[in-house]
């Protein structure tokens, strides 16, 4: 069973940064995407980024290419979200999310992120970016 914990979260200014980190055990196959989501009160759960630990397949939502970086360790099966020049619209809960390698990189091709495709899913962190 894939677990995933995140951790990082937090209240910032605007302007501000924080790195997000998902520690992710569990797998049964090589290679994985892991992703980040966030949902903001009465709101959907939407894509905000994407890595795949096969071919490195990246993805970014339009509204924080810029500002965010994806990275990861893979010898500590752990994915990294740095966020930067935050703003007010970005507060929400950020939950990680895990499944097949190849999601990632189809993501990157498609510039689409869908949250059900994704099975395994952590328990989300706050992040809250006051102006």
């Known amino acids: 069973e894939v677990q995933l914990v995140e951790s990082g979260g937090g209240l910032v200014q605007a302007g501000g940064s924080l790195r997000l980190s998902c520690a992710a055990s569990?797998?049964?196959?090589?290679?994985?995407?892991i992703a980040w989501f966030r949902q903001a009160p009465g709101k959907e759960r939407e894509g905000v980024s994407c890595i795949s630990s096969g071919d490195g397949g990246l993805y970014y939502v339009d509204s924080v290419k810029g500002r965010f970086a994806l990275s990861s360790d893979n010898a500590k099966n752990t994915v990294y979200l740095q966020m930067n020049s935050l703003k007010p619209e970005d507060t929400a809960v950020y939950y990680c999310a895990a499944d097949a390698a190849w999601l990632c990189t189809y993501y990157s091709r498609t510039d689409r992120m869908e949250r059900a495709d994704f099975g395994s899913w952590g328990q989300g962190t706050q992040v809250t970016v006051s102006s």
């Open positions: 569990g797998f049964s196959e090589d290679a994985y995407s």
